[in-house]
């Protein structure tokens, strides 16, 4: 048995308004609270340090270089690796990456309990568009603030097992579960700020919403055998609702805990990695089973192609 007693550690909205050294406390808090419930591991959400600015449209893109991280760990998130470190947990929590390059990033890290960034992944799906768009009832410029991340879809050694992640679009996208399994993965973890409604059909509400979040993480989980835990970013940040469901999925793709409010809140599962040996070893046992030679479609075309008529 390798057990790692992992913490989904959700946030409540983050306002604007809100500095980062507000959020900063806040994520302190939930890792005190891992830390008193002997959590080994602390997932926070995709871009856990700000609002969700993609929604904001800025003319001049440099505008929202106010929403980035420059150096990692930098002043404002230092006290949460010293923290994690202290308290012999590993972690991992997206943000906005710029580097030294100039180049914008939607990023996450993984930090071993030793306090070392371990790994780092850099959001290869972007939904939404790069211009401002009039027919939206609210924006996602994700195009516009991010390029495509650079990285691929790398597994790390880390916390006893072999561990991944991507970032809340990823999730929906078949590819990123199969690449990293592959690699062996055993968890994949990843954050999520994913709104309430959809802001090209008003038809589609948070219960749809929620259906399409979990189907794509226990389809990942099951289809790959390994540990998904998925933390959201939640509640209603100026005005606009985000879905909660933070929630740690077992590699049959069962939801083994979930979080219950769209507040900052801790859900805990313990995540023994050698669950994922069973499916690796059978019915996912890709060496056995798969038949590559009829997969080409899936990297030589980006679009469709539909049979000629
Ligand atoms: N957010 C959303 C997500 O993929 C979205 C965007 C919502 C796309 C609903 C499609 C449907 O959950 C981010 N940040 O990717």
């Not at 968890?187 to 959809?198: A, E, Y």
């Not at 259906?211 to 970013?233: D, I, P, R």
Request: charged share 25%; glycine share 8%; aromatic share 10%.
């Amino acid at each position: 048995m390798r057990n790692v007693r992992t913490a989904a550690a959700q946030l409540g909205p983050i306002q604007r308004a809100d500095s980062r050294a507000e959020v900063v406390q806040r994520m302190l808090a939930l890792l005190q609270r891992a830390k008193r419930e002997r959590c080994d591991f602390l997932v926070f959400p995709e871009l856990a340090l700000t609002t969700f600015f993609p929604r904001w449209y800025h003319e001049d893109r440099r505008d929202a270089d106010q929403w980035f991280e420059t150096q990692m760990p930098g002043p404002a998130t230092q006290p949460l690796f010293d923290a994690a470190r202290e308290a012999a947990m590993g972690m991992t929590f997206g943000y906005a990456e710029l580097t030294p390059e100039g180049e914008h990033f939607n990023s996450s890290v993984l930090v071993e309990r030793s306090g070392e960034i371990v790994g780092k992944y850099r959001k290869i799906h972007l939904p939404g568009h790069a211009e401002f768009d009039p027919e939206r009832s609210f924006q996602h410029l994700e195009k516009r603030y991010f390029l495509p991340g650079d990285l691929g879809f790398p597994v790390f050694r880390a916390m006893g097992g072999l561990m991944g992640m991507c970032i809340c679009n990823d999730r929906r996208w078949p590819e990123t579960y199969r690449v990293m399994g592959l690699q062996g993965v055993e968890m994949i973890t990843l954050g999520f700020n994913t709104p309430s409604v959809n802001s090209q059909n008003p038809d589609e509400g948070p219960q749809m919403r929620m259906h399409h979040h979990k189907l794509s993480l226990q389809a990942g989980a099951y289809q790959n055998s390994t540990w998904v835990v998925a933390v959201a970013k939640a509640g209603v940040e100026d005005g606009h609702p985000m879905v909660g469901g933070s929630c740690i999925v077992d590699p049959n793709g069962i939801i083994v805990a979930e979080s219950t409010s769209e507040e900052d809140e801790l859900v805990i599962a313990d995540c023994d990695l050698d669950a994922t040996r069973f499916g690796k070893q059978t019915i996912f046992d890709f060496k056995r089973h798969r038949r590559i030679e009829h997969y080409t479609n899936i990297t030589s075309q980006v679009g469709v192609v539909e049979p000629a008529e």
